[in-house]
């Protein structure tokens, strides 16, 4: 697992923007949204090597009856249960304020590695003496910065790099690593626990008994598994409990860290909102996806009910009809011996390369069958195909105009794709890139 670095401080002190400056901008673009928005609290960073996980404590949503106090109060509480280092980002042309030094109190009681970060110092000579008040707090020497264009952040990846643990290679070994999602007493730690053979994992009536992401090796003649049993992901207007924001980072960090995501669905309640939004999440992250429907031994069924119930999944996961769905009960274990091989399947397809040859020539084919749109006159030209990265699978495709290039066509160039080869629980991206037309100059 990668080291945590968390962002921390009192509101409007420049949090974001340094989670956004060293994470950088690798936004994919995706060839379908799902009907999902996020601010994304969690990224991934890399300085001389060494990669780890930055958490921005600023996305988490405050309730609005809270004050500040309790916001930062919060804050500083994930970073201490979560992070190898915390990031105290202070602003220099307020000085050191009240809730600093609470702040400051907080992380010397909890013993973590601390950096102190004077941001907003867009001129060092200036602001040269405001700094050294920062001492004064106790944490350490501050590294002044503005993360707004980037001055001092070479010095303070250096500090970064200098107390954060070497890159656990664990990760990166033969295991399959699956992360169980779902809402609150889905039976995601039953469906762990019939896979292990134990009762390994707490398994209670009450929504929210799992509260930490759980990892669990296990081996079998299908190949070997690291699960990862998530805390279920509430609604945000009923978070009430500190302990339950730490559910949504730790889920949010779970999902990005797989590489299969089983999404459990309940069946007698069928696809929610919060479902929703736990597969938006899964989709967005580019993780490999299986949706399991739990409880299907307890469903009233009539006659065609599965082909009836598969359906109506497909229509409210609309983006994720890519997705196989297998109906399963965690409880008597029916057809969860089927998920492995779904697992393997999903995993090989998520990282599966295609040389350029082979993507070209159906790119012909796919042109020759339906010819590409006009407007006003002028068509747009296909011109070549690459795939740039796996994890998931993305393509690089060159036309002659981005805006002739209709979601209608890049849908079904995708379509190709997977009708050719086996796509089956991965997202494909796509990414538009404009090269000129020479024959029209």
């Not at 762990?192 to 759980?214: H, P």
């Not at 297998?326 to 995993?347: C, D, H, P, W």
């Not at 195909?385 to 699978?393: F, G, R």
Request: include cysteine; charge should be neutral.
């Amino acid at each position: 697992m990668k080291p945590v670095v968390a962002i921390i401080g009192k509101p409007n002190v420049g949090k974001s923007t340094l989670f956004n400056y060293l994470v950088g901008e690798r936004k994919s673009i995706v060839e379908d949204t799902p009907g999902v928005t996020r601010d994304r609290i969690y990224g991934e960073s890399n300085w001389r090597g060494k990669k780890f996980t930055l958490i921005d404590t600023g996305g988490i949503e405050n309730d609005n009856h809270d004050i500040i106090h309790s916001q930062m109060k919060l804050q500083a509480e994930i970073a201490v249960d979560l992070a190898d280092l915390i990031l105290f980002v202070t602003d220099v042309r307020e000085g050191v304020t009240s809730s600093d030094q609470e702040i400051s109190q907080m992380l010397r009681m909890s013993k973590k590695k601390v950096i102190l970060v004077c941001n907003k110092v867009d001129d060092f000579k200036k602001f040269e003496h405001d700094v050294y008040e920062f001492y004064n707090l106790g944490i350490g020497e501050p590294i002044p910065i503005s993360a707004a264009n980037g001055k001092g952040i070479g010095d303070l990846l250096d500090k970064v790099y200098e107390n954060i643990p070497d890159n656990d290679d664990s990760e990166d070994d033969d295991r399959i690593k699956v992360a169980i999602i779902g809402k609150p007493n889905v039976g995601k730690s039953s469906l762990v626990n019939k896979i292990l053979g134990e009762n390994r994992l707490i398994v209670s009536d009450v929504a929210g008994t799992t509260r930490d992401a759980i990892d669990s090796d296990f081996d079998n003649k299908y190949g070997k598994y690291t699960f990862i049993d998530t805390a279920g992901i509430r609604k945000h207007s009923k978070i009430q409990e500190n302990i339950e924001k730490y559910s949504l980072v730790r889920t949010s960090l779970a999902i990005e860290r797989s590489d299969v995501c089983v999404i459990m669905i309940d069946a007698n309640d069928g696809v929610t909102e919060q479902d929703t939004k736990i597969a938006g999440e899964a989709k967005e992250a580019g993780k490999g996806v299986i949706i399991c429907i739990n409880k299907w031994d307890e469903y009233n069924k009539e006659n065609g009910t599965l082909e009836k119930y598969t359906k109506d999944v497909y229509n409210k996961l609309a983006y994720l009809s890519y997705a196989p769905i297998l109906f399963i009960s965690a409880k008597t274990g029916q057809r969860v011996e089927k998920l492995f091989n779904l697992i393997n399947n999903v995993y090989e397809n998520n990282k599966l390369r295609i040389n350029t040859s082979t993507l070209n020539e159906l790119l012909q084919e796919a042109i020759a069958m339906v010819q590409p749109p006009t407007d006003k006159g002028r068509r747009l030209k296909v011109l070549y195909m690459t795939q740039v990265a796996t994890k998931p699978p993305t393509f690089a495709i060159f036309v002659n105009s981005k805006k002739l290039f209709h979601f209608s066509y890049q849908r079904y160039i995708v379509n190709k794709l997977r009708s050719e080869f086996d796509f089956t629980g991965t997202p494909i991206r796509i990414l538009v890139r404009e090269r000129e037309d020479k024959d029209n100059g």
